[in-house]
């Protein structure tokens, strides 16, 4: 929950989480180059899991007339928000392709999909391997023949030091508090704070995760049924920033921040 000088309202909450850690746009993109290199066609129908308010999904349905989507989550808060939001900035023929579900990613689904997305970490809530492999399997049964999943993790040197780092946005400020960390189970507590109009609400968001590695994943996804798995980094601008572009490798050097993706293919 929000302390400060009262309670950020809901709305703001997730107005201010998107601003601040979401990229929609650079996502869809990403996917979308990589299922024609990767599948040689087009993808058409996309599954968001752990969804939240489902601006993703919403995102996807809009640039094409073929395309369909599926947000799920748990939580009806940030559904309640994607509808208000995102759902109704879509016309009613865009409306039709779009669908919310209030549920969990392990339970069966009586529809498949060219592509499930799992991001912003948020698949490191299974804390076990067997949960985890569970979820991959789902996954892998959810999926069209030539279907994708597409993680994306980060790490680093920096990733494990109980540190609060702030990013400034014009408006306001968000905050990245890496609480703890047990080194002999990687299990972690990360918060997010914000700051705006002066004041800073602390704990808005709150995760109690294991930080799996790329390795890890890339294992779980071979013993979940996936034929191949590629991992990707992130190239470098002449100032040693990422550039935005990922490519896929095996091999890389280890920097103090990174965030990248792992895809397992049917």
Avoid at 9 to 31: G, P, R, W
Avoid at 114 to 141: G, M, P, T, W
Wanted: one cysteine or more; proline letters at 2%; a negative charge.
């Amino acid at each position: 929950m929000a302390r400060g000088a009262g309670e950020l309202s809901i709305d703001l909450k997730y107005k201010l989480y998107e601003a601040s850690v979401q990229n929609h746009m650079a996502d869809i993109e990403f996917i979308e180059e990589e299922f024609k290199r990767l599948r040689k066609k087009k993808a058409k129908t996309l599954r968001e899991d752990f969804g939240g308010t489902g601006a993703m999904a919403c995102d996807w349905v809009k640039r094409s007339k073929s395309r369909e989507a599926w947000a799920i989550d748990l939580d009806p808060e940030p559904i309640r928000y994607g509808k208000e939001n995102h759902y109704t900035r879509l016309d009613s023929e865009e409306q039709s392709r779009m669908n919310y579900i209030e549920g969990n990613v392990l339970e069966k689904y009586d529809f498949s999909t060219d592509i499930v997305v799992a991001f912003n970490f948020s698949y490191f809530i299974f804390k076990k391997r067997a949960e985890l492999l569970k979820y991959f399997k789902r996954v892998r049964k959810s999926l069209n023949k030539d279907g994708l999943f597409f993680v994306d993790i980060f790490g680093g040197t920096e990733c494990f030091q109980e540190i609060e780092e702030e990013t400034e946005f014009d408006k306001h400020s968000y905050f990245w508090d890496c609480d703890y960390y047990n080194p002999l189970n990687n299990e972690t507590l990360y918060y997010i704070h914000f700051k705006t109009d002066g004041v800073k609400y602390e704990k808005v968001f709150v995760y109690d995760w294991r930080h799996w590695t790329v390795r890890e994943i890339a294992e779980i996804m071979e013993e979940a049924g996936f034929e191949k798995v590629v991992t990707y980094w992130e190239g470098e601008d002449d100032d040693g920033e990422g550039d935005g572009d990922f490519y896929p490798s095996n091999k890389e050097e280890n920097c103090e921040s990174w965030v990248t993706y792992v895809v397992g293919m049917v």
